[in-house]
């Protein structure tokens, strides 16, 4: 259906590669080249299609887009626009229920200087928010999954992906949920929920004639998550600690997401991690905590990037994918 990729080539000519939506990120890949590109695929059949200035593909369950949009004028402004016509193009079509949004913006931590007053990060959570309470959006409760990076340079970038039925979203009880941060970090609230799952029950029909019906795929979309426990940020200028800290924050997530499930198809060691980082000096050290924690024979990339609070050096997300099969344990 689409993808999305990691390169700190300059070559930011399109957002298609054949005819499909692609988010050539403008980060540079500083560790697992060959998870660097994340694929969706789909067993229906795929249309591909433009409106504006997003591509999207879309099957009969799901929907995934990439939106470029020039970063010319007022990041709030830009920002709202963007969603706007993200929102517009899914009720168009009856995608409403967000799984997952992508987001990359340039100099995230900038802007709180000179001409510019509020924080780009914070401008970006204006606008977004403001595109959610337009098109009567919720912006607590059941929001998509998400995360939000700095890249150096490039267009507002966001992927997204989106579906026919609802979703669970599910927060973290170790932290507040980022829809009621305090004031303190930008007049808006962030709009994203810690984690997302997605049950794509239909998938059965697609597979062979032994497995019909037998199947259910689970999408465990989670957020990126950092070194923040309640509202704050913990272990300032201490990446091995923040690591540690954004670890033990993912394996709350994950117990919550398997409370949901009831089955405990989720676990830490077969997630496909995505690993940002603030310094590449620090690759090391945030290398040797997930190895710690996870072993030596995880699943992950590690991408350089400025994370939206000036004081967070890492920040990890998730994906994971289950097929389980009825009865119980018959395919293990
Ligand atoms: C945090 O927990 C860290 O603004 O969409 C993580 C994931 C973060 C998504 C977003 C921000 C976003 O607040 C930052």
């Given at each position: 259906?689409g ?10 000519a ?8 692609f ?10 080249g ?5 694929i969706?695929m ?13 591509r ?6 799901t ?8 970063q010319t004028?007022a ?6 626009s ?15 229920h967000?799984?997952r949004f ?7 931590n ?38 939000a ?6 267009p ?13 979203s ?19 609230s962030p709009?994203?929920?810690r ?5 794509l029950?239909d998938?059965?029909h697609e ?14 979309f989670i ?7 309640g ?23 994950i ?14 060691t077969?997630?496909f991690?995505?690993v ?10 945030i ?10 024979s ?5 991408v ?21 099969r ?7």
């Open positions: 259906m993808g999305i990729a990691f390169s700190d080539a300059r070559n930011q399109g957002s298609e590669i054949a005819n499909f939506p988010a050539l990120v403008n980060m540079p890949v500083l560790e697992g060959g998870l660097a590109s994340e969706w789909s067993d229906h059949k795929v249309r591909h299609a433009q409106r504006g200035l997003i999207y593909s879309y099957d009969e369950d929907l995934f887009g990439v939106l470029l949009m020039p004028g990041l709030e402004q830009i920002t709202e963007a969603f706007a016509q993200i929102f517009s193009l899914l009720e168009g079509r009856g995608y409403t967000i799984f992508w987001n990359y913006l340039a100099d995230i900038g802007g709180d200087d000179e001409d510019e007053s509020l924080e780009r990060y914070r401008q970006f959570n204006l606008g977004r928010q403001n595109a959610f309470v337009a098109s009567g959006r919720e912006v607590s409760g059941n929001l998509p999954a998400a995360c990076l700095g890249t150096a340079d490039g507002l970038t966001i992927a997204f992906m989106a579906g026919r039925t609802p979703t669970l599910i927060e973290n009880p170790r932290q507040m949920s980022a829809y009621q941060y305090p004031e303190q970090y930008g007049p808006r709009s994203f929920s984690a997302n799952l997605v049950s029950s998938a059965a597979l062979t004639d032994t497995d019909q019906t037998l199947a259910q795929q689970k999408l465990l957020s990126g998550t950092a070194s923040i426990v509202h704050e940020t913990r272990h300032h200028s201490d990446v091995a600690a923040q690591t540690c800290e954004t670890l033990v924050n993912i394996e709350a997530v117990h919550e997401a398997n409370k949901k499930t009831c089955t405990g198809e989720f676990s830490m077969d997630l991690y995505r940002y980082v603030r310094h590449p000096t620090d690759l090391p050290a290398r040797a905590e997930m190895e710690h924690v996870l072993g030596h995880f699943k992950a990339v590690f350089q990037a400025d994370i939206c609070r000036k004081d967070l050096l890492v920040e990890i997300e998730a994906t994971a994918v289950s097929t389980i009825l009865p119980e344990e018959q395919y293990a």
